[in-house]
Nanobody
Framework: EVQLVESGGDLVQAGGSLRLSCAAS????????IGWFRQAPGKEREGVSC????????YYADSVKGRFTISSDNAKNTVYLQMNSLKPEDTAIYFC???????????????WGQGTQVTVSS
């Protein structure tokens, strides 16, 4: 059974940092690209970052470039999202998901985790 479990969400002050984890089971990170998405109340789910299972290339939304870093640890079958210089507008539920291609379009993803809440206070 394919499962994705996010963790690491928390309440943090603006300017602070968090590291989110996405633990995968039922497949290996060689099988699928992994993306991070977020959804704020009343807004559509948006792509934040993704990492290719083919060549390890990484992609970022313009809103997080230079602040967020995606990485993977194949030995732990886990993908991370390091978030620095957090802003109140980063507040959302963060999800990880698996797809056959690295893209920031949520519709392209097959498997989803349950999400983890990130709240950034001003």
């Amino acid at each position: 059974e394919v499962q994705l479990v996010e963790s690491g969400g928390d309440l943090v002050q603006a300017g602070g940092s968090l590291r989110l984890s996405c633990a995968a089971s039922g497949f290996t990170l060689d099988d699928y690209a992994i993306g991070w998405f977020r959804q704020a109340p009343g807004k559509e789910r948006e792509g934040v970052s993704c990492i290719s299972n083919i060549d390890g290339n990484t992609y970022y939304a313009d809103s997080v470039k230079g602040r967020f870093t995606i990485s993977s640890d194949n030995a732990k079958n886990t993908v991370y999202l390091q978030m620095n210089s957090l802003k109140p507008e980063d507040t959302a539920i963060y999800f990880c998901a698996a797809s056959s291609q690295a893209t920031l379009y949520p519709i392209m993803y097959y498997y989803w985790g349950q999400g983890t809440q990130v709240t950034v206070s001003s």
